[in-house]
């Protein structure tokens, strides 16, 4: 099939790029002009594992375009997926200024009748009121053309993309009559997914998507709630969580305690669906406190370095191993390093960054600042430090050389933000060891 993909961030340049991998011709298009340009040149302006090989690839292949002109993305495409963001206004509300730009100019251009699908995660509602935006522009132009409007929203990790979209764990395809359904099975059928894909109404499909992201959250922040208990009455959150996590009714995914949940997805989301239940006048106890106990937690963890250090927090040098909100990304939209560096600079220690993709797109995310200096070496980063801080899980960090680190450090004083290390190992090395609900000396 002939596909254009309008949006190219991490969504929609892996959206393109499987397309393309499994044989359709794809077309891409991105409002930013440089971002066209690098990938033109096969490079992707961001970190994704294995995404740059297999751009390059189909680019070879003729599989894969990208252009800067609407008209030539839309030219021939069956169907047109759109992927662009949907951040979160200052109410919490979804921004969907990106997305409807994107509509008025089907609207303005499109000739025939064709597919569009929303790829992007959009508030229930949404694609019902796309449908009636773009018909009405295409009516209003006296074309007797109707377009339908799918809801297909995307559930992929950044830093597990690809894996993500090649072996999925359902499709879940919103739309209204038969003739869309069919065009997405023949669109994913070249996948041969073992997977169900799910039929439903668009306002199903929508709000799956918040559902899926509220629900995940909602269990980091029951454990990070609950690790405050454990920590209080002497529990280790870690052994709680195995022990919840191997009831099969629950499941192991998503019960770690740590500093809590950051990136594109989760916090936005969760902001939305606060929102879509403003609107609707419901209650919603449930999605106020994920979002109140995630940012607390982030809040109280910067409190126990600063309350350890005490006096000695003025001038001290506090070393932060891993800034992405996550491993294997180098996205950091609400990255929990940018609020917990900045609490320790604000009382007074001078901060050294280090992260395993330390490129430009991280270190623009923090204020130029004589109290923070960025270092290409973990260990660099320990020397001469008063604490080393864990904030993101890197595989890189998970067996540091810990007496390289202790020679290193002035004081040896670690916290581990993810209860990633063990804490009678750290200890047995001469550390004084804090994660997060796991008891101070055991
Ligand atoms: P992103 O910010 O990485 O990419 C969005 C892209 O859209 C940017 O390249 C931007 O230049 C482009 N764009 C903006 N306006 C445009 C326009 N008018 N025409 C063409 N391109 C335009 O965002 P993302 O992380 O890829 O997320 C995209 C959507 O997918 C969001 O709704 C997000 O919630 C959802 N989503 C994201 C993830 C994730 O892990 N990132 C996972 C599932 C769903």
């Known amino acids: 099939m002939k596909i254009a993909v309008f949006g190219l961030g991490y969504v929609g340049l892996v959206t393109a790029t499987s397309l393309s991998e499994v044989g359709h011709q794809?077309?891409?298009?991105?409002?930013?002009?440089?971002?066209?340009?690098?990938?033109?040149?096969?490079?992707?302006?961001?970190?994704?594992?294995g995404l740059a090989d297999l751009v390059s690839k189909n680019i070879d292949q003729g599989n894969l375009h990208f252009v800067d002109h609407i008209d030539w993305a839309i030219a021939d495409s069956d169907v047109i997926f759109i992927a662009v963001g949907t951040p979160p206004k200052e109410d919490g509300s979804a921004d969907l200024k990106s997305l409807y730009q994107v509509v008025e100019s089907l609207g303005q251009m499109l000739e025939r009748s064709i597919t569009i699908v929303v790829k992007s995660t959009v508030p229930v509602g949404t694609n019902q009121a796309i449908d009636r935006a773009l018909n009405a522009l295409l009516e209003s132009r006296g074309l007797q053309v109707s377009c339908d409007v799918v809801s297909n929203p995307e559930f992929l990790r950044e830093g597990n993309a690809l894996h993500d979209v090649f072996n999925p764990d359902r499709i879940v395809i919103g739309a209204t009559s038969r003739q869309a359904f069919d065009t997405m099975r023949r669109l994913y059928a070249p996948f041969h997914f073992t997977c169900p894909l799910l039929e439903m109404e668009p306002a199903s499909a929508e709000l799956s998507k918040y559902a899926a992201n509220a629900f995940l959250a909602s269990r980091i922040s029951f454990m990070n709630e609950l690790s405050r208990l454990a920590e209080t009455v002497g529990a280790d959150i870690n052994q709680v969580s195995t022990a919840l996590g191997t009831d099969p009714r629950i499941g192991h995914h998503f019960l770690h305690a740590g500093i809590g949940y950051g990136g594109s997805c989760f916090p936005k989301d969760i902001l939305s669906l606060r929102n879509m239940f403003w609107e609707h006048r419901i209650e919603s106890p449930l999605t106020n406190a994920i979002q109140q106990v995630n940012s607390e937690q982030r809040h109280r963890f910067a409190k126990t370095i600063i309350e350890h250090l005490a006096d000695a927090i003025d001038n001290s040098t506090i070393a932060l191993w891993g800034l992405t909100f996550k491993p294997n990304t180098d996205d950091m939209r609400d990255a929990p390093s940018l609020e917990i560096s900045q609490l320790l600079q604000k009382a007074g220690a001078n901060v050294r960054l280090y992260d395993p993709v330390l490129n430009s797109a991280i270190k623009d995310r923090f204020p130029t600042?004589?109290?923070?200096?960025?270092?290409?070496?973990?260990?660099?980063?320990?020397?001469?430090?008063?604490?080393?801080?864990?904030?993101?899980?890197?595989?890189?960090?998970?067996?540091?050389?810990?007496?390289?680190?202790?020679?290193?450090?002035?004081?040896?004083?670690?916290?581990?933000?993810?209860?990633?290390?063990?804490?009678?190992?750290?200890?047995?090395?001469?550390?004084?060891?804090?994660?997060?609900?796991?008891?101070?000396?055991?």
């Open 26 to 49: 794809v077309i891409g298009y991105d409002a930013d002009t440089d971002k066209l340009e690098s990938l033109r040149n096969s490079e992707v302006p961001f970190y994704e594992p």
């Open 369 to 442: 600042d004589s109290q923070l200096e960025f270092v290409d070496d973990m260990y660099e980063a320990v020397h001469g430090a008063d604490a080393l801080v864990l904030v993101t899980e890197w595989t890189t960090f998970a067996e540091p050389d810990f007496t390289k680190v202790m020679q290193l450090m002035r004081t040896p004083n670690v916290f581990d933000g993810r209860n990633f290390w063990d804490p009678d190992f750290v200890r047995s090395q001469g550390f004084t060891y804090y994660g997060v609900g796991r008891p101070e000396i055991r």
